[in-house]
């Protein structure tokens, strides 16, 4: 159960990476687009790392 937890809210990582993307692609600052989704799932990563949650069987 809290494992479950602790990958839920890890999730809210890539979302707001995405989020952050999309508008920066609306606003034709695609440098910063690139940013977000690369510092995102590098968060993300370290999150895992920190949290010790285990990564979803789709990543392999």
């Known amino acids: 159960m809290a494992d479950s937890i602790k990958t839920?809210?890890?999730?809210?990582?890539?979302?707001?990476?995405?989020?952050?993307?999309?508008?920066s692609l609306l606003a034709n600052d695609y440098i910063t687009g690139i940013i977000f989704i690369?510092?995102?799932?590098m968060?993300?990563?370290?999150?895992?790392?920190?949290v010790e949650s285990t990564t979803p069987a789709l990543m392999g």
């Open 8 to 23: 839920g809210i890890g999730f809210l990582i890539p979302v707001g990476s995405l989020v952050g993307f999309i508008q």
């Open 38 to 41: 690369i510092g995102g799932l």
């Open 43 to 50: 968060l993300w990563m370290l999150y895992i790392l920190v």
